[in-house]
C-alpha cells in the first residue's frame, strides 16, 4: 500500500516552454504533499509543501510565479514549470503524507521522480 | 539553526558491516527517519526512531539517542545491491522533515 506515481517519469523541452508533472497517490488520500528537486549527487530540496485545497507554501528562493504547485484533491498535485531554463533541468520528486496509514503519520511515500531537461 | 550532518561518502567491502552516523540539532523533535536512495531513484523508507534504544530489521538496525542529538544506521552482511546514499530526516516540532545531506555507501567486492 500507500504508492505514489509521478508522470511523465522524464520530459525533455525546450527552453521557454511550460512543463506540468502530476503526483498521484494511488490507494491512499494524501492530505499534505511535497514536492523536492534535486541536483546531481546533492541532497533533497524542498521546493514547497501544498494541502489540498489550500495555497503551497514554498520554501525560502523559490519562486512561487515560476514552479505553480496545484493540489486540488486528496490524490493529486501538479507541478508547472513555467518558462523553463537550462537551468531549471534537474529530478523532481513528489512525495506524499497521510496521516491515517504508516509506521509514522508523518512518513512520506515518494514517486519515482520526473527527470526533466532543459535544451 | 536546524541542521542535520552525516558523512558524505563511506566505502565498505561486501558481507562487512558499516554504522552510518548522523547527528541533529531541531527546533523540537518529533522522530528520526533513514531513507535509502539509488542513484536515479526516489528515496524509500527504511526506519523510524522515535524513542531511544535500538530497532532491527533484518541486516538493517537504527539507533536513537534523544540526549545526545544522534543516530545511527547499521547494515550487515553488506551486499553489492547495498550501494547507495542513505539519507538521515529529524521531524522537528512543526513534523516538517529536516533532510541531511546524504551518506553515499560504496560497497566494493
Known amino acids: 500500500g500507500a504508492v505514489v506515481s509521478q508522470h511523465p517519469s522524464w520530459v525533455i523541452c525546450k527552453s521557454g516552454t511550460s512543463v506540468k508533472i502530476e503526483c498521484r497517490s494511488l490507494?491512499?488520500?494524501?492530505?499534505?504533499m511535497f514536492w523536492y528537486r534535486q541536483f546531481p549527487k546533492q541532497s533533497l530540496m524542498l521546493m514547497a509543501t501544498?494541502?489540498?485545497?489550500?495555497?503551497?507554501?514554498?520554501e525560502q528562493g523559490v519562486e512561487k510565479d515560476k514552479f505553480l504547485i496545484n493540489h486540488a484533491s486528496l490524490t493529486l498535485s501538479t507541478l508547472t514549470v513555467t518558462s523553463a531554463h537550462p537551468e531549471d533541468s534537474s529530478f523532481y520528486i513528489c512525495?506524499?503524507?497521510?496521516?491515517?496509514?504508516?509506521?509514522?503519520?508523518?512518513?512520506?511515500?515518494f514517486g519515482p521522480g520526473t527527470r526533466l531537461t532543459v535544451t | 539553526g536546524q541542521n542535520i550532518d552525516q558523512p558524505t561518502e563511506m566505502t565498505a567491502t561486501e558481507g562487512a558491516i558499516v554504522q552510518i552516523n548522523c547527528t541533529y540539532q531541531t527546533s523540537g523533535f518529533n522522530g528520526l527517519f533513514w531513507y535509502q536512495q539509488h542513484a536515479g531513484e526516489a528515496p524509500t523508507f527504511l526506519s523510524y526512531?522515535?524513542l531511544d534504544g535500538l530497532e532491527e530489521k533484518g541486516r538493517f538496525s537504527s539507533f536513537l539517542s534523544r540526549s545526545k542529538g544522534y543516530s545511527y544506521l547499521l547494515l550487515k552482511e553488506l551486499q553489492m545491491k547495498d550501494s547507495a546514499s542513505y539519507l538521515c530526516a529529524g521531524l522537528d516540532s512543526n513534523y516538517q522533515l529536516i533532510w541531511g545531506a546524504g551518506t553515499k555507501l560504496i560497497i566494493k567486492p
Open positions: 512525495s506524499a503524507r497521510t496521516p491515517w496509514a504508516g509506521r509514522s503519520s508523518y512518513e512520506q511515500y
Open positions: 501544498s494541502n489540498e485545497g489550500s495555497k503551497a507554501t514554498y
Open positions: 490507494d491512499f488520500q494524501a492530505t499534505t
Open positions: 526512531n522515535v
